[in-house]
C-alpha cells in the first residue's frame, strides 16, 4: 500500500454520503455495474468508487455503452482509465441498429437516441444479467432527475415508474428486489455541477481533453456549434468546417453535443466560467429539447 | 467546498411553497437563461400569475404535477450563495402525502414552514409541524408568506407568532424564526421590504446562511455500523462504514456489538493512505490488531462505551404502504446496516397527527403514525432516535413484495437481550420423538373454505392413527370455538389467528406430534411465517385446489350463500383475498382428486423424505 500524508483535508460530507451509497449497493448487489460513460460526472463516480474500496480495486465492471458516435479522444480516454483502474471495461454496442446504418444525421436525434443509447443499454444490461447499475447522473441536472431516488428501482423491461417509486428516509436504502427486477444506483444524486468541478480540481481527477479550450473543426447548425469529428460528418453544400476555440460543457455523442465558444483551459478557469454561466450545462444536450417532459418520458422507457 | 444546509419547506396547497422555492433560486441566480426562457414559455402555458413568471413552474417537476397544479412526490433542489450551499426538500401539503413530507424531513436540518397570513395556522400547518418534530428536525422558519395580502399589517404577524410559540411550545424545537414575508414580490426572501420596517429581523436568505444547526455528535462515544467488509486478499482485511457518532483513532480500544469481540484499532485506512483520526460522518475503512469474526450489520463501538443491544423496541412507525401494518405479520427491519426479521407485537395507540391526541387502532393504515412495539428475530445494537439518528432510524420491509412499508424511531428497548435466555430442557424435541418412534412434523392444509381441506385432513388422520403415529388435528372451526374464540374475519384478526396457530403447533411438533392443521389461512406472509417456525423438514404446505365455483357449489356450512346475500363480511374469494401458493409441497387438484387419493398423496409425500 502507498502511504501518502497522513491527515489528509477532511472529507466532505459529499464526499463521504457517496462512498457510504456506493458501499450499500455493492454489499446488498449480487451482480452489479457501473455505467461508464467516460465524462466528467463518471470520472468522478468512478474516483469515488476507487476511494470507497481501497486498497482493492472496485469489485464490479465497467459497463460502457458505445453508440459508435462517441468523440474519438473519449474512446481513447476510456480505454486508458479502465487499464489504469485494474477494473474489467465491458463495451456494447447495439449491433442491429449499427448494421441498419441508424445515424443521429440521418434518422433524428429522437429515434436514433432510442436504438444506440436505450435499446442498446437495455441490451447490455440484460445480456449481463445486473442486478444493480450504478449512474452517474444529478439532480441537479433536469427537473424529472430531480425527484428520482438514490437507489431507483427499475421493474422488468427496466421501465421507471414515477408514481411507484419507494419512499427513501434517512440514508436506509431498500435494496430488495425479485427476480428480473433492477435498481439504479445514483451516487452523485445530490452534487451539483460546481461540486464536481471544484471536486475534479482538488483531487485532481482526469477528464477528457475536450473539456479544455482548444482550436476544433466546427460547423453552426441550428444556432449551435458542431464539432467535425470525423468523415461521418455530412457537410452541406457550401458548409465547410472552421477552426474555433471551444470546449465541451457535457460530453455525449459528437453530432448531439454542442460545443461552446470559451478559452478557458484550465480547471480555474472552467469553474469561473461554470460559477458565472447563463445558461444550464444540458443546454448543449440536443435530446433533451426534444419535446416538453422528453427527459421524463425517455426515462420511463428506460433510459439513464 | 462550502457546507450544505439541508431544510424541507411545508405549508398547505396554496401557501406558496414552490413560489418561496422558486424565488430562492432566481434570487440567488441559479435560474439559467434557457430555463427561464422555458420557464416564459410554461407560465403561458400552465402559469397561474397572468402575465408575471409564475416561479413556482420551475420547481414543479413532472409533467403530472404540472397539470394538476399540486407537488405529488419529493423534489430536491440545489443552490449555493457565497456563503453556503442548500439543499431543499420541497414536499406536497396535502395529508394523504404525510409519507413524502416525512421522507423530506428525515434528512432535512431546519424546516421552513409557509403560513398564508390572511389564513394564520391551519390544522395542516400543526400537523407538519408534528411531522417535523417527530422527524428530529430542531430549527424552524416560520414563513407568514402573503404580507402584502394584509397589507403588512404588524398586529396579523404578531399574532400569527403568539399562536405558534404557544402550539410549539412541546414540540421541542431548538430554535424558530418568524419572518413576515411575500414570496410572489421577493419581500423579506433577498431583500428588506421597504414600508415594513416594524420588522428588524433576518430575511430568509440571511437566516439560511447563517444558521447554526451543528450538533455535538462528535463528543459522544464512537459508533460505527460495519457496512461492508473489504477482502481483497488474504494479506488485508478492513472494515469499511460511515462512523455514525464519535471519532476514532489508531490504537483505541473497540468492541464488536453483538458478539462482544474486542480489538485494537490498527490503522484507519483513506485513499492511497492512512489517516490519524476519523470523525462524526466520514466513510472509512478500519483495519484491527487482530482476527476477530465482524460481519456486516455489527457496530464496531468505543470498548469502555459500548452500543447496547436489545431484540424488544418500543418505537413510533410511519406507515408508507397501501397495505396496512399488523401486529404478527413478519417484516424485515432496517436498521442502519443490520437487517433482521422483525414482528409488530402491539400497537399501543396512533396518533391523530392533526389533533396531536391518541386513538385506538388494531392495525396502521397509509399515512398512519402509531407507537408499537416491535420483537426481532435476533438482538440488534441501537441507540434511541433521538441520541442518534443514524443508530435509531429504521425502515419495514414486505417479505412477499419487497415493498418499503413503514419507517420508523426507536423510542426505547423494552428490555435488553443480554437478560433472557432461553430455559434449557434436558428432555428435547429429539428425546420425546425417539419414545414415540415417529418423526415430527406439521403438515399445513390451505385453500378456501369448502375445498375439502377438513375431510382430507381427517382421513390422512385416521390412516397414521391407525398405524400407530401420535398426532393431533387443529381445525379451524374447532380451534375459533377455543383458543381464538375473541378473533373476528378482518384481515389483522386473521393474521393473529394463524400466528397462535402456528405457534400452538410448534409446541406440539416439539411435543413428538404430527400435527395436521387445516386453515383457510388466506395470505402467503402467514404461511411462511409459519414455515419459518419449523426446520427445513418439518412443514409440509398442501394446496388443496378447488375452484371458487365448485366450493360455492359445494356449500357444505351454507356460508357462500350466506356471503352472496351480504350476511357475512370478509368472507375469502369474496370481498377477503385468497393468495395462492406458488410452490406448495403438496398440490391437490380438488376437482379431479378424490378426498382418498388425496390423503394417499400427502402420507407419500410425508414419508418420502
Same mark, same amino acid.
Not at chain 2, 437478560?419 to 428425546?431: F, G, T, Y
Not at chain 2, 388422520?461 to 377455543?482: C, F, I, W
Not at chain 2, 356449500?555 to 351480504?566: F, H, I, P, Q, V
Given at each position: ?89 465491458? +463495451? ?213 | ?338 437487517? +433482521? ?244 409441497? +403438496? ?23
Amino acid at each position: 500500500m502507498k502511504i501518502s500524508t497522513l491527515a489528509t483535508a477532511k472529507q466532505s460530507a459529499l464526499e463521504s454520503h457517496s462512498i457510504e451509497i456506493i458501499r450499500e449497493a455493492v454489499a446488498t448487489a449480487s451482480n452489479p455495474v457501473m455505467l461508464y460513460s467516460i465524462g466528467k460526472d463518471s470520472s468522478v463516480m468512478l474516483h469515488l468508487a476507487r476511494k470507497a474500496f481501497w486498497p482493492a480495486p472496485p469489485p464490479f465492471p465497467l459497463l460502457h455503452v458505445d453508440t459508435t458516435w462517441k468523440f474519438r479522444e473519449m474512446i481513447a480516454f476510456r480505454d486508458q482509465v479502465a487499464q489504469e483502474c485494474g477494473m474489467e471495461l465491458r +463495451v456494447h454496442t447495439n449491433e442491429v441498429a449499427k448494421q441498419e446504418g441508424i445515424s443521429p444525421f440521418i434518422h433524428g436525434s429522437e429515434r436514433y437516441t432510442d436504438r444506440m443509447k436505450t435499446e442498446a443499454l437495455k441490451q447490455a444490461l440484460d445480456a449481463g444479467g445486473y442486478d444493480l447499475i450504478f449512474g452517474g447522473a444529478r439532480r441537479d441536472e433536469e427537473k424529472s432527475r430531480a425527484k428520482e431516488r438514490v437507489f431507483s428501482f427499475r421493474a422488468e423491461g427496466h421501465r421507471w415508474a414515477p408514481k411507484a417509486q419507494r419512499p427513501e428516509l434517512w440514508n436506509l436504502y431498500n435494496t430488495r428486489i425479485n427476480a428480473g427486477e433492477t435498481i439504479r444506483v445514483f451516487p452523485l444524486s445530490n452534487w451539483t455541477e460546481a461540486d464536481i468541478w471544484q471536486y475534479i480540481q482538488s483531487e485532481k481527477i482526469p477528464i477528457v481533453p475536450l473539456y479544455f479550450a482548444k482550436e476544433r473543426p466546427v460547423v453552426k447548425r441550428g444556432g449551435q456549434w458542431l464539432m467535425v469529428d470525423d468523415e461521418r460528418f455530412p457537410l452541406e453544400p457550401g458548409e465547410t468546417p472552421e477552426m474555433l476555440q471551444v470546449r465541451f460543457r457535457t460530453l455525449g455523442c459528437y453530432p448531439l453535443t454542442a460545443a461552446m465558444e470559451s478559452n478557458a483551459n484550465t480547471l480555474e478557469q472552467i469553474i469561473d466560467e461554470t460559477l458565472a454561466a447563463s445558461s444550464s450545462e444540458r443546454q448543449g444536450r440536443l435530446i433533451d429539447h426534444d419535446g416538453a417532459g422528453s427527459m421524463e418520458r425517455k426515462k420511463q422507457e428506460g433510459y439513464f | 467546498m462550502l457546507d450544505t444546509l439541508r431544510f424541507i419547506t411545508c405549508g398547505s396547497v396554496d401557501d406558496g411553497k414552490s413560489t418561496l422555492i422558486g424565488r430562492l433560486l432566481y434570487e440567488s441566480k441559479q435560474i439559467f437563461d434557457d430555463q427561464l426562457n422555458e420557464l416564459e414559455r410554461a407560465s403561458d402555458k400552465f402559469g397561474t400569475q397572468g402575465k408575471e413568471l409564475d416561479l413556482a413552474l420551475l420547481v414543479d417537476g413532472l409533467q403530472a404535477e404540472r397539470e394538476q397544479g399540486i407537488t405529488i412526490d419529493v423534489a430536491y433542489r440545489f443552490f449555493a450563495t457565497e456563503k453556503r450551499k442548500f439543499i431543499v426538500a420541497d414536499t406536497p401539503g396535502h395529508e394523504q402525502y404525510t409519507r413524502n413530507m416525512a421522507t423530506g424531513a428525515s434528512t432535512a436540518d431546519l424546516a421552513v414552514l409557509l403560513v398564508d397570513a390572511r389564513k394564520g395556522l391551519l390544522i395542516q400547518t400543526k400537523r407538519h409541524s408534528r411531522i417535523v418534530s417527530m422527524l428530529g428536525v430542531r430549527h424552524v422558519v416560520l414563513a407568514i408568506n402573503k404580507m402584502d395580502m394584509v397589507a403588512w399589517n404588524q398586529a396579523t404577524y404578531e399574532a400569527i407568532v403568539a399562536g405558534f410559540q404557544t402550539f410549539a411550545a412541546d414540540l421541542g424545537f431548538v430554535s424558530i424564526q418568524a419572518i413576515p414575508l411575500s414570496a410572489l414580490s421577493g419581500d423579506n426572501v433577498a431583500h428588506r421590504c421597504i414600508g415594513a420596517e416594524w420588522y428588524a429581523g433576518p430575511t430568509v436568505l440571511d437566516y439560511l446562511e447563517s444558521i447554526d444547526v451543528s450538533k455535538a455528535d462528535e463528543a459522544k462515544p464512537f459508533r460505527m455500523p460495519v457496512q461492508y467488509v473489504n477482502r481483497p486478499n488474504s494479506e488485508f482485511r478492513g472494515y469499511c462504514g460511515t462512523v455514525a457518532s464519535g471519532s476514532v483513532k489508531a490504537g483505541d480500544a473497540i468492541r464488536v456489538v453483538p458478539g462482544g469481540a474486542e480489538a485494537k484499532v490498527k490503522s484507519i485506512v483513506v485513499w492511497q493512505g492512512e489517516q490519524a483520526i476519523a470523525n462524526t460522518g466520514e466513510a472509512i475503512t478500519l483495519t484491527l490488531d487482530r482476527e476477530v469474526d465482524v460481519s456486516r450489520g455489527q457496530v464496531i463501538s468505543s470498548a469502555d462505551n459500548p452500543i447496547e443491544i436489545s431484540d424488544q423496541f418500543e418505537v413510533s412507525v410511519l406507515c408508507l404502504s397501501e397495505h396496512q401494518l399488523i401486529p404478527g405479520r413478519p417484516y424485515l427491519i432496517k436498521l442502519h446496516t443490520s437487517q +433482521v426479521g422483525v414482528t409488530i407485537t402491539d400497537i399501543k395507540h396512533k396518533l391523530d397527527i392533526n389533533q396531536g391526541t391518541h386513538l385506538a387502532a388494531n392495525t396502521l393504515a397509509l399515512n398512519d403514525i402509531g407507537e408499537v412495539t416491535l420483537y426481532t428475530s435476533h438482538p440488534i445494537a441501537f441507540e434511541p432516535y433521538k441520541q442518534s439518528k443514524a443508530l435509531g432510524a429504521f425502515i419495514l420491509i414486505d417479505r412477499m413484495t419487497n415493498e418499503t412499508v413503514g419507517a420508523g424511531m426507536i423510542n426505547f428497548a423494552l428490555r435488553r437481550a443480554s437478560n433472557i435466555h432461553w430455559q434449557s430442557l434436558d428432555v428435547n424435541k429429539a428425546a420425546r420423538s425417539k419414545l414415540k418412534t415417529q418423526k415430527p412434523a406439521c403438515i399445513w392444509f390451505t385453500g378456501l373454505s369448502g375445498s375439502g381441506k377438513s375431510t382430507i385432513a381427517n382421513l390422512l388422520e385416521k390412516r397414521l392413527h391407525a398405524e400407530g403415529k401420535h398426532t393431533y388435528l387443529l381445525d379451524g372451526d374447532n380451534v375459533r370455538h377455543g383458543l381464538n374464540r375473541d378473533l373476528g374475519f378482518t384481515e389483522a384478526d386473521r393474521v393473529e389467528n394463524i400466528r397462535r396457530v402456528a405457534e400452538t403447533a410448534k409446541l406440539m411438533v416439539d411435543a413428538g406430534l404430527i400435527v395436521i392443521v387445516s386453515f383457510i389461512s388466506p395470505y402467503r406472509a402467514e404461511r411462511e411465517f409459519a414455515r419459518s417456525l419449523f426446520e427445513q423438514d418439518e412443514f409440509f404446505e398442501v394446496f388443496v385446489d378447488t375452484p371458487l365455483e365448485e366450493c360455492e357449489k359445494r356449500d357444505t356450512k351454507g356460508l357462500y350463500a350466506k356471503a352472496r346475500r351480504g350476511e357475512i363480511k370478509n368472507f375469502t374469494g369474496f370481498d377477503s383475498p385468497y393468495e395462492k401458493p406458488t410452490t406448495p409441497d +403438496v398440490w391437490l387438484d380438488g376437482l379431479i382428486t378424490s378426498p382418498d387419493e388425496a390423503a394417499a398423496q400427502v402420507k407419500l409425500a410425508l414419508q418420502g423424505d
